[in-house]
T-cell receptor, first 112, second 119 residues
């Protein structure tokens, strides 16, 4: 079945560490997105990519980095520069403005 | 920039009753799409219903329908015959229809409304 897979489901980060969240899709979608979800704030856009080897910053990109070397993969790195990384992270993809955006099951990141 | 506002952080409804969730948005564009997503306790985002701004007819999907008021920039979701499985966080979202938009076809979300269904 086609879909988006995020891993791991839970991730713990020590202070000063970089961690990478995985997002893989087999839907042949061009556009991929990373959102951060905090209580009471909805989903906020971190980074997005509309094509391989190209990506743009969203609203809250500071302290994050991404790559898009393959159409299927859009990993997100949470760097030590991100001062408040504890949140739920969602990856999404779609083919066009009207089409349904498919979401992964999310990664819960906690700083310990 | 577009903004989406959901003014009801929490709502509750009795099983089998009807509930309406509110959403307003702000945009200078004339062509766009609006969505309602549901996020149950599993946290998987599920599309409930979508509406094209150029269509005057309100979208319906089984027990779910919208009241789209373009001039008022309002997009409410009505859930009829509420079921226990409808309990979830509901998000209203906006997406531009402009191709080549530098921000991509991003979804802009509201803050969410937590719906409780009482048996």
């Amino acid at each position: 079945d086609g879909g988006i897979t995020q891993s791991p489901k839970y991730l713990f980060r020590k202070e000063g560490q970089n961690v990478t969240l995985s997002c893989e899709q087999n839907l042949n979608h061009d556009a991929m997105y990373w959102y951060r979800q905090d209580p009471g704030q909805g989903l906020r856009l971190i980074y997005y990519s509309q094509i391989v080897n190209d990506f743009q910053k969203g609203d809250i990109a500071e302290g994050y980095s991404v790559s898009r070397e393959k159409k299927e993969s859009f990993p997100l790195t949470v760097t030590s520069a991100q001062k408040n990384p504890t949140a739920f992270y969602l990856c999404a993809s779609h083919t066009g403005p009207y089409t349904e955006a498919f979401f992964g099951q999310g990664t819960r990141l906690t700083v310990v | 920039a577009q903004t989406v506002t959901q003014s009801q952080p929490e709502m509750s409804v009795q099983e089998a009753e009807t509930v309406t969730l509110s959403c307003t948005y702000d945009t200078s564009e004339s062509d766009y799409y609006l969505f309602w997503y549901k996020q149950p306790p599993s946290r998987q985002m599920i599309l409930v219903i979508r509406q094209e701004a150029y269509k005057q007819q309100n979208a319906t999907e089984n027990r779910f329908s919208v009241n789209f008021q373009k001039a008022a920039k309002s997009f409410s979701l009505k859930i009829s015959d509420s079921q226990l499985g409808d309990a979830a966080m509901y998000f209203c979202a906006y997406r531009s229809a402009r191709s080549g938009e530098t921000s991509g076809s991003r979804l802009t979300f509201g803050e969410g409304t937590q719906l409780t269904v009482n048996p």
